[in-house]
C-alpha cells in the first residue's frame, strides 16, 4: 500500500475488518467499509426472507461485520476511532424555503420543475439554494431540509451526491466536508431542461 504504515486486513471467519493507518486513512476509508458493511446486512436479510434454515438465519442474524480501526503516529488510545460509532446518517439542516416577496417557495418551484429522480431532485434543490437563497457551498443536511419540505422520502444522501458528482456533473464537491457546490451544467438543466422552461417558452411567444 502507497500510505506507510497503513494497512488493514479482513477476517472472513469472525466477521471483522481493521483499518490501521493516521487519522486522514483512516477517515478515509471508514465510510467505504461502513457502507460495505450495510450492504452486506442487506444481503444476509434477503437470504433469510428467501428460506435459510432456522439455524443459519439465526447465524446470519448474530454475524454483523465489525471495523475496528487503528490510528498511527502519535495519536492514543482517546482517539481511537469505532466502527461501530460511525454514522453516516446526517440530519436536515433547517433553511428558509418559504415564499416571500423576493423569491418563490421551494414547493412551488419543485412542482413546476417535476424532477423524476434523486439526482433530479438534489440538483433542484440546490439549484434553488444557490439562486434564491444566495448560497454558495450547500451542506448535505440543507438538501435534507429541501426533502421534507416537499414531503418527498429522503435517500441515502452521500451516495447520491456521490454519484451526481461522477456520474452527472451536475453538482461538484465543496470545500468543506458534506458540503457540494452546482455547477453550469448542472445550473443548465435545472433552468433549461426541466418542464418549467418549455412552458416559459410557450408563453412568451408573442401572439
Keep these: 500500500m502507497s500510505v506507510l504504515g497503513a494497512k488493514f486486513r479482513i477476517n ?15 477517515d478515509k ?5 461502513e457502507f460495505f458493511n450495510s450492504a ?36 492514543t488510545n482517546n482517539t481511537k476511532h ?5 454514522s453516516l446518517t446526517l440530519p436536515p439542516i433547517p433553511v428558509d424555503l418559504k415564499a416571500n ?14 424532477p423524476s429522480n434523486h439526482y433530479e431532485k438534489t440538483a433542484v434543490f440546490a439549484y434553488y439554494l444557490s439562486q434564491f437563497n444566495k448560497k454558495t457551498e450547500i451542506r448535505y443536511g440543507e438538501i435534507l431540509c429541501c426533502y421534507e419540505e416537499v414531503d418527498e422520502k429522503k435517500p441515502s ?9 461522477r456520474y452527472k ?5 465543496g470545500y468543506d466536508k458534506f458540503t457540494t457546490r452546482l455547477t453550469i451544467s448542472g445550473e443548465n438543466f435545472v433552468k433549461f431542461d426541466l ?5 416559459n417558452l410557450l408563453l412568451e411567444q408573442p401572439l
Design 12 to 26: 472472513a471467519k469472525e466477521g471483522i475488518v481493521e483499518l490501521e493507518g493516521t487519522v486522514e486513512f483512516v
Design 157 to 165: 444522501i452521500i451516495d447520491i451526491i456521490k454519484n451526481s458528482i
Design 40 to 75: 452486506i446486512r442487506d444481503a444476509m436479510c434477503r437470504g433469510i426472507e428467501q428460506g435459510l434454515p432456522k439455524q443459519e438465519e439465526s447465524n446470519a442474524k448474530s454475524s454483523p461485520l465489525h471495523i475496528r480501526t487503528k490510528l498511527s503516529g502519535l495519536q
Design 101 to 114: 416577496d423576493n423569491k418563490i417557495g421551494l414547493r412551488e418551484f419543485f412542482a413546476q420543475k417535476k
Design 169 to 173: 456533473g451536475w453538482l461538484e464537491p
Design 82 to 86: 469505532s466502527g461501530s460509532k460511525q
Design 195 to 199: 418542464p418549467l422552461q418549455k412552458t
Design 29 to 33: 476509508h471508514l465510510e467505504k467499509f
